[in-house]
């Protein structure tokens, strides 16, 4: 047999440690309707194509969806020909949906919060109109170790995105199947592909604090190459008995 050749290896590890991810976390049941949050960004535009492959496999049968939001006040510019094009080319069906928000109705959240939060309800809106009972977002493992170490620094709190999470009050499961997923693989698989960027002209994206938080991921592992890994254990390695309890919790504990 030749030897794989770079890109094959590359997309074997993806797909390993996105199947490893689906398996582990129970992200995908037989008769599952999916839909993807399809910005335009690498991260979706890779879970569309793994997701749109998987299916086409006989064990479980389930279909996929992909929606592109459109934030009608936000100046985020959308090749919409492109990203239909793409999904179809795929074989998966493609819905565009509008909708905006008013910053000044909330002046305790920020910007980015709203925004984020209405493309949310939006997916939440189409997924019910498309019979779907899971929305699938793009998120990698990098994005889910950035926000724990967010929540913990700004929020006070040690959480973070989970792979699944049941929404009882919406009947809907959001997976996000590309959790042990590298973001690295990610650049180098879109650089294969070609991916074709969206332009960004967002007004609020420089009060985020996620480019920060990645700088300090980089450096956490070039102390240790592990540090990663090391941090997602820690979230099923919880040692309770070693940590802090105030007075007044120390009976439930």
């Known amino acids: 047999m030749g030897k794989l050749t770079e890109e094959a290896k590359l997309m074997r590890r993806i797909e ?10 129970g992200l995908i049941e037989e008769g599952d309707k999916i839909l993807v949050g399809l910005s335009g960004g690498k991260d979706s535009l890779a879970l569309l194509e793994l997701l749109a492959r998987r299916s086409r496999i006989y064990k479980p049968r389930f279909s996929v969806v992909a929606v592109h939001v459109v934030m009608t006040n936000i100046a985020y510019e959308s090749d919409m020909d492109y990203l239909r ?9 493609f819905v565009r949906y509008e909708t905006s928000f008013d910053p000044s109705t909330d002046n305790r959240k920020s910007p980015c919060f709203l925004c984020s939060w209405n493309r949310r309800k939006a997916l939440f809106t189409v997924a019910k109109e498309q019979g779907c009972n899971k929305i699938a977002l793009g998120h990698h493992m ?54 074709r960027k969206q332009i960004k002209n967002c007004p609020y994206e420089k009060d985020s604090h996620r480019s920060e938080m990645k700088d300090v991921l980089k450096r956490l592992e070039a102390m240790n190459p592990e540090a990663r890994f090391s941090l997602w254990s820690s979230m099923n390695n919880v040692q309770a008995d070693l940590l802090p309890v105030e007075v007044g919790e120390q009976e439930k504990v």
Not at 16 to 25: E, L, N, P, S, T
Not at 179 to 191: G, I, K, N, P
């Open 16 to 25: 390993q440690r996105f199947m490893k991810g689906i398996v582990q976390y």
């Open 142 to 195: 990098d994005d889910i170790l950035e926000t724990l170490l967010m929540n913990m620094t700004f929020q006070g709190a040690f959480s973070t995105m989970p792979p699944r999470l049941v929404m009882r009050k919406f009947d809907m499961t959001i997976i996000r199947p590309m959790c042990l997923v590298h973001e690295s693989d990610l650049v180098e698989m879109a650089a294969l592909r070609g991916y």
């Open 85 to 93: 094009t793409y999904a179809e080319g795929l074989g998966v069906p």
